[in-house]
């Protein structure tokens, strides 16, 4: 089955610099992938997502980049901010079946300090 | 987006009793729902895969008879733990996709006292 690896699993950054998080899959027919913000005690909102068509996108601080062929996807938020605090989660999608299964990968705690 | 509504958000329960946990997809058809549980300071673990109008499809290593999964209609699924223990006690949180986005329930804090 699908397999998704995420570094680093915690990750603490001074307000105003950048946070990149690096997430690597092992489906290849997975061709969606969604990143996730999770807050204490929340349901996981959907940040940002690419689709395996697409190289980069980018949505005001936040971007994320795909590698297809070495199966990596990162996301990148620029100039952060302490709300940006929170656990991050990428997913990867397969359409092997006829449902979408999304598989999450470990998470990284983001901490920014003020 | 689409809107996925559960319930309970928190339950209490004793040792040994079941727990109903509903998952309803409020503004659109699922013809598929997934259960997730996620403990402290971890990711969220596919349980199970509900069908409507078919059998769950369970992920390795979780009993399907402790953990049962209905789902009778296109917006409705539910799970019910039974004969909880404390080692269940989790966050249970379920999400239906509208393609290609999942969205996702409250999610239910489970404590098995």
């Known amino acids: 089955g699908e397999n998704v690896e995420q570094h680093p699993s915690t990750l603490s950054v001074q307000e105003g610099d950048s946070a990149v998080i690096k997430c690597t899959y092992s489906?290849?027919?997975?061709?969606?992938f969604p990143w996730y913000k999770q807050e204490l005690g929340k349901r996981p909102q959907l940040i940002i997502d690419i689709r395996s068509n697409v190289g980069e996108k980018k949505d005001q601080r936040i971007a994320v980049t795909l590698n297809k062929t070495a199966k990596h996807f990162s996301l990148h938020i620029t100039e952060t901010q302490p709300e940006d605090s929170a656990v991050y989660f990428c997913a990867a999608t397969s359409k092997r079946t006829s449902y979408d299964k999304v598989i999450f990968g470990p998470g990284t705690s983001l901490s920014v300090i003020p | 987006g689409a809107v996925v509504s559960q319930h309970p958000s928190w339950v209490i329960c004793k040792s040994g009793t079941s727990v109903k946990i509903e998952c309803r997809s409020l503004d659109f058809q699922a013809t598929t729902m997934f259960w997730y549980r996620q403990f402290p300071k971890q990711s969220l673990m596919l349980m199970a895969t509900s069908n409507e109008g078919s059998k769950a499809t369970y992920e390795q290593g979780v009993e399907k008879d402790k953990f049962l999964i209905n789902h009778a209609s296109l917006t409705l699924s539910t799970l019910t733990v039974t004969s909880a223990h404390p080692e269940d006690s989790s966050f249970y949180i379920c999400?239906?996709?509208?393609?290609?986005?999942?969205?996702f329930g409250q999610g239910t804090r489970l404590t098995v006292v």
């Open positions: 999400s239906a996709p509208d393609r290609p986005e999942a969205f």
């Open positions: 489906d290849s027919a997975s061709n969606y």
